[in-house]
T-cell receptor, first 111, second 111 residues
Framework: QKEVEQNSGPLSVPEGAIASLNCTYSDRVSQSFFWYRQYSGKSPELIMSIYSNGDKEDGRFTAQLNKASQYVSLLIRDSQPSDSATYLC???????????FGSGTRLSIRP | NAGVTQTPKFQVLKTGQSMTLQCAQDMNHNSMYWYRQDPGMGLRLIYYSASEGTTDKGEVPNGYNVSRLNKREFSLRLESAAPSQTSVYFCASSEAEYEQYFGPGTRLTVT
C-alpha cells in the first residue's frame, strides 16, 4: 500500500515567520512530488512540484526533497494570513499513472 | 483555456436517485481522475483513466461507474445514490503521474 503521511495540524505560525510543512512517503521508486494548497470550500491548487533531491525555490515557497529519507517538505517564508489553508503533499506512482495524496496539514497564520 | 470544468456545481438527490457528474479538460491530458472529499478529510480516489479507452478502480469505487467518453471528457455516474455518497467530488487531469489540475468541484447532498 503506497502511502503519503502528513501531520494533520493545525499548525499555527505568526505572520512574517517561516512555516514548515513536512511529509513522508512509502514508495521508494516515486520520482515526482507535489504540494497543493486548498482553501476552505475550494479545489486543490498546485503550488510546487519537485523531482530531484535538494531544494527548489519559487517566490516565498521552497520545496525540499530527500529521497534517501523519503521526506518532502515545504517552507513558506514571510507567512501571510492569505497562506492560511490546508496543504496537501502528493507523490507520483509511475506504474499506474496516478499520484497519491496525503490527508493534508491545516496551516493557520496568526496576525 | 478553461482548464478542467465540472457540471453541475451543486446537486441534491433523494436516496435511490441516479445522476451523472460531467468533467471536461482542454489541456490535452491523457489521464483523468475522480476524487471525493468528505469534511475534514483528504482526497480519496474513486476511479481514474490513464488514457482514452481505459478505466481503473481507485480506493473507493463501490457505488460508482465511470465512462471515458473521449480524450477530453470523463463522467462519473451514481446509479442509486445513498446518503454515504454526500460529499464534494473533484475531477482532475494530468499527463501520467505528473502535475494534476483540478476542476472546481461538485457539492452533492443525498437525503
Amino acid at each position: 500500500q503506497k502511502e503519503v503521511e502528513q501531520n494533520s495540524g493545525p499548525l499555527s505560525v505568526p505572520e512574517g515567520a517561516i512555516a514548515s510543512l513536512n511529509c513522508t512517503y512509502s514508495d521508494r521508486v516515486s520520482q515526482s512530488f507535489f504540494w497543493y494548497r486548498q482553501y476552505s470550500g475550494k479545489s486543490p491548487e498546485l503550488i510546487m512540484s519537485i523531482y530531484s533531491n535538494g531544494d527548489k525555490e519559487d517566490g516565498r515557497f521552497t520545496a525540499q526533497l530527500n529521497k534517501a529519507s523519503q521526506y518532502v517538505s515545504l517552507l513558506i517564508r514571510d507567512s501571510q494570513p492569505s497562506d492560511s489553508a490546508t496543504y496537501l503533499c502528493a507523490s507520483g506512482y509511475s506504474s499506474a499513472s496516478k499520484i497519491i495524496f496525503g490527508s493534508g496539514t491545516r496551516l493557520s497564520i496568526r496576525p | 483555456n478553461a482548464g478542467v470544468t465540472q457540471t453541475p456545481k451543486f446537486q441534491v438527490l433523494k436516496t435511490g436517485q441516479s445522476m451523472t457528474l460531467q468533467c471536461a479538460q482542454d489541456m490535452n491530458h491523457n489521464s483523468m481522475y475522480w476524487y471525493r472529499q468528505d469534511p475534514g478529510m483528504g482526497l480519496r480516489l474513486i476511479y481514474y483513466s490513464a488514457s482514452e479507452g481505459t478505466t481503473d478502480k481507485g480506493e473507493v469505487p463501490n457505488g460508482y461507474n465511470v465512462s471515458r467518453l473521449n480524450k477530453r471528457e470523463f463522467s462519473l455516474r451514481l446509479e442509486s445514490a445513498a446518503p454515504s455518497q454526500t460529499s464534494v467530488y473533484f475531477c482532475a487531469s494530468s499527463e501520467a503521474e505528473y502535475e494534476q489540475y483540478f476542476g472546481p468541484g461538485t457539492r452533492l447532498t443525498v437525503t
